[in-house]
C-alpha cells in the first residue's frame, strides 16, 4: 500500500490543478487548520463510515449531498484511479482548496487534500476518534513516523470497538474488530499540487 502511495503522489504532480506555489502565497496556519480538519471529517464520514460498501460511500459523497461533492472529469478520475474500478469526485471550499474522494471496489478509500498540515491532521484524526466521531467505537494506534525528501508519512491502525466493530461486522461477516489499515501521507507546502492524503483500506471479500 505504502509503494501505491509514491506511485500515486509522483503521477499526480503533472495533474492540471491550480499552481501550488501561487496558493501557497495566500496559505496561512489557519486556512491550513479548516483544511485539514475538513479532510479528516471526509474520512470518517464517507470512508469510514462506510468502509465495506461502496454504494453507501457514493451516497455519503453524492453531488447536492452533506458535503457538495462534484464528479470530476473523466480524465481527473482516471489519473487517481489508475486503472482500479471506483469513482472520484472533488469538493472545493472557498480558500481552502480541493478536497477529492477516491474509492475503489478494492476496498481502499481515500480523500486528498490541496492544503494539509501534518499536525493539524494528527490532532483532528484524534478528535474524531476520541470525540465521538465514529460514536466512540474505534482506538487510533499511531505506527510511526519518518522523514524522507520532503514528505512525511504517519502510519495508523485504526482498531473497530463497540459499535463501529459492530457495523463493519454485518458487512464484512466477521466481528469487525479487524485493524484498518490507515495512511497519512503529507509533501511539503509547494511540492506538489496536492498536498496529502489519507488513505484507509480493508480488502473486501470476494
Known amino acids: 500500500m505504502k ?13 492540471a490543478w491550480p499552481s501550488p506555489v501561487a496558493a501557497q502565497n495566500g496559505a496561512d496556519y489557519a486556512m491550513r487548520d479548516e483544511s485539514s480538519r475538513l479532510a479528516v471529517a471526509v474520512l470518517g464520514r464517507v470512508c469510514l463510515m462506510n468502509m465495506g ?4 460511500t457514493l451516497a455519503a459523497s453524492a453531488p447536492g449531498g452533506e458535503f457538495g461533492f462534484v464528479d470530476a472529469p473523466a480524465d481527473v478520475a482516471t489519473a487517481f484511479l489508475q486503472g482500479r474500478q471506483g469513482f472520484v469526485r472533488v469538493l472545493r471550499r472557498a ?25 493539524a491532521l494528527h490532532r483532528h484524526l484524534l478528535a474524531m476518534v476520541e470525540k465521538g466521531g465514529l ?31 459492530r457495523q463493519l461486522g454485518q458487512r464484512f ?12 501521507t503529507i509533501s511539503a507546502p509547494g511540492r506538489r499540487p496536492l498536498e496529502a492524503v489519507l488513505s484507509v483500506s480493508r480488502p473486501l471479500k470476494r
Not at 53 to 56: E, N, P, S, V
Not at 102 to 109: K, M, S, T, Y
Open 53 to 56: 460498501d461502496l454504494g453507501a
Open 3 to 15: 509503494l501505491l502511495l509514491v506511485v500515486l503522489l509522483a503521477v499526480f504532480g503533472g495533474i
Open 95 to 119: 480558500g481552502l482548496g480541493a478536497i477529492t474522494v477516491v474509492a475503489g471496489r478494492d476496498g481502499i478509500c481515500s480523500v486528498w487534500s490541496e492544503f494539509a498540515d501534518v499536525n
Open 173 to 184: 461477516g466477521d466481528d469487525g474488530s479487524v485493524p484498518l489499515a490507515l495512511v497519512t
Open 135 to 165: 460514536k466512540g467505537g474505534a482506538q487510533l494506534l499511531a505506527l510511526d513516523a519518518r522523514d524522507g525528501d520532503g514528505t512525511r508519512v504517519n502510519d495508523y491502525y485504526l482498531v473497530p470497538q463497540d459499535w463501529y466493530a
